[in-house]
């Protein structure tokens, strides 16, 4: 066997063997903190994915439509939402993604009405908090842990004022270290904004996605640069490591 045969059956090996596993990278992350509970799909639920730039995913802004590729950016939104509308396709879910990049809680806040209340939706995943801490190592954000939690508690008492049936999905916000822009100085301090919305998860019922533990899992599989590009941003594989571990929350 020539060279090249050679290294394209390992590549094409190494990368099934990462794809199989990737169901398996998620069960470990999910385990340890047992049986979560899952949401179950209705008959034409209205489904909102909302966070920042790694929801936004570099969606087109100006389709209004659910359902629609390029309204669901190409991140794990998008993943997400074609494993949810193929395994539920009798019940034709809706669909929509309203992150916009480099958003913190208050900026969510400030356009909820339209980008989510209006959209009135059955389930609510929520992906947030990143930015509440990258932004404050530049100098252009004073935010502190305490602003963030005060704001996201605002933030779900308001929905669920509006919304009081809503389900809620809260993302884990996360950050792979030793990957461009995460270095040893974002901890401990990040880890704060993970437990924050893990506790804000638990005081409102929502299903917690541990998406730090999933990425932390599946940097043991393959290098932590192979699942985000810059520690934050999330590449193919990234993207679709999320859609799995956001599937298990529904059913």
Known sequence: MDNSRRKFLGTTLTGAALAISLPEIVQAAIAPSGAAPKIR???????????DSITDAGRDKKSMSPNNSGALGHG???????GLLHAHAAKQPAVYNKGISGNKVHQLAA??????????PNILSILIGVNDYWHTLSGNYDGTIQV?????RKLLDRTMKALPQVKLIIGEPFAVNHVKAVTDDWFPAFDEYRAAAREIADEYH??????????DEASKKAPASYWTGDGV????AGSQLMAEAWLQAVK
């Open 41 to 51: 799909i209705a008959e034409n639920n209205v489904i909102l994915f909302q966070g």
């Open 76 to 82: 794990y939104a998008l993943l997400a939402a074609a």
């Open 111 to 120: 356009r909820w009405e339209e980008d989510c209340i209006a959209i009135k």
């Open 148 to 152: 963030y939690r005060d704001d996201y």
């Open 206 to 215: 929502a299903v917690f996605i541990p998406y730090q533990q999933v990425f």
């Open 233 to 236: 941003h999330t590449t193919l």
